[in-house]
């Protein structure tokens, strides 16, 4: 790359490298911080709770060992969720007043596909799931842009191809073991907070990211029936073991607008270490009541960011700190049959917000605390079912003091919507 290489001379460098260490990070976003509230839409329809019942192959990203709890047979699944978040950021400039930006990224759309069948005290199967899907696109003329007309969006996805195996012991007590397959990627094209440049690397695809890696992570699971009515499950996922995310883009200098090619970098950029227990009640036989309690290890995957940058002379990484604290999940819910095969749903998740406001970034809020959720499951026959669900996060509104410089708050509101449609035919 000699044309790149013409401009890595020592200001150019001093300049890139400021820029890298002011770099306001790029958490990932969804609703509860990265994670989606729920993976399904029977869990959906109960807030999330999934643990210790049965909720159709969704438990691949829930809890393995409850796809032990279903007859012998296949199962097909097929899945959307539609992810439709509203946020806006605010300054107030001392001399231009208040300024406002909305992005109008309003959709994100996350497919399933599964097959995963029961064998005497074995299941087993694959699934593939893409786990989170969010950013926003504030255009290139909203104040965010500080007048260079270049564009500011983020785009954020993991997606995880899942190998479950799962052992009945005995007619109580469910044991799962399962590997996953797990991608990540990323788009990024942000106006530098000291102004000396904006880096872009982005491939416009709603599916794919620019920047990308690959890598494992495992998943154990237990359910054990007390009784017919009661059950406890409890789950354990590991950290996510992805090599550094990698693509290539532009660095514009500013002032002047010079564009420099450059490879870039998101390093150790990883899904959180994550365990729970839940408990399902079937109080009477069209009527249940399931909760989760999930801890979310934030502190040990969020705790920095880094982004490295290479114009030809070498990778210079910038770290910021984000410090985000680990988050207790809640999630309860209920299921009332109101005629053979007809189920309704309803639930409520909650969790606090993990980010401090002092690294809030408009590109990437993850503020969202609470969800009411809706939902409904048919059993249509001769193996076929559908079921569909929403959830509703009402806004969360959060103001990082210094978001735009020393002195420079900047508040972001983020409500959200997500809708849930499965379909699964049994063989």
């Known amino acids: 790359m000699p044309h790149a290489r013409r401009f890595v001379h020592r200001p150019t460098r001093t300049a890139i490298a400021a820029a890298v260490i002011a770099l306001v990070a790029l958490p990932a976003a969804a609703t509860n911080g990265m994670n989606l509230e729920a993976y399904g839409a029977k869990a959906g329809g109960m807030g999330g709770a999934s643990f210790a019942h049965e909720n159709g192959n969704s438990a691949l990203m829930n809890n393995p060992a409850t796809l032990g709890l279903r007859q012998e047979g296949s199962n097909l699944g097929l899945g959307l969720t539609v992810l439709m978040p509203d946020v806006n950021t605010r300054m107030n400039h001392p001399q231009a007043g208040t300024m406002n930006a909305k992005s109008g990224g309003d959709a994100y759309y996350m497919p399933s596909l599964s097959l995963v069948r029961k064998s005497g005290k074995f299941t087993y199967g694959a699934g593939m799931l893409a786990q989170g899907g969010m950013g926003t696109e504030y255009g290139s003329n909203s104040f965010l842009s500080g007048g260079t007309g270049l564009p500011m969006r983020s785009e954020v996805g993991f997606g995880r191809l899942m190998f479950p195996l799962v052992y009945n012991v005995n007619d109580s007590f469910t044991v799962a073991g399962q590997i996953d397959y797990v991608w990540a990627s990323m788009d990024v094209q942000m106006l530098m907070p000291d102004g000396s440049g904006h880096a872009s690397f982005s ?58 090619p450059t490879q870039f970098k998101v390093v150790d950029f990883q899904w959180p270490e994550t365990y729970g227990v839940g408990v399902a009640w079937q109080a009477t036989p069209a009527f249940m009541l399931a909760a989760d309690i999930k801890h979310l290890a934030w502190s040990n995957s969020m705790k920095d960011f880094r982004l490295g940058m290479n114009m030809g002379g070498g990778w210079m990484v910038g770290a910021m700190p984000q410090n985000w604290k680990d988050q207790t ?96 035919y049994s063989f």
């Open 329 to 424: 999940v809640l999630m309860i819910g209920g299921q009332y049959m109101l005629a053979p095969g007809l189920a309704l749903r309803a639930g409520y998740n909650h969790a606090s917000n993990p980010v401090p406001d002092s690294t809030l970034n408009p590109l990437f809020p993850a503020t969202i605390e609470s969800h009411y959720t809706l939902g409904l499951g048919w059993n249509i026959g001769g193996g076929h079912s559908v079921a569909g669900s929403l959830a509703i996060a009402p806004k969360v509104t959060r103001t990082n003091p210094n978001m735009f410089g020393p002195g420079m708050a900047g508040t972001v509101s983020h409500s959200q919507k997500t809708l849930r449609i499965n379909y699964n």
């Open 203 to 260: 491939d416009k695809n709603d599916f794919t990211g620019e920047a990308s890696g690959n890598g494992w992570a495992v998943k154990l699971g237990a359910h054990y029936k007390v009784s017919n009515a009661l059950a406890f499950g409890a789950t354990y996922h590991s950290k996510t073991d992805i090599g550094d995310l990698q693509g290539s883009g532009t660095f514009t200098m500013l002032p002047g607008g010079m564009q420099i």
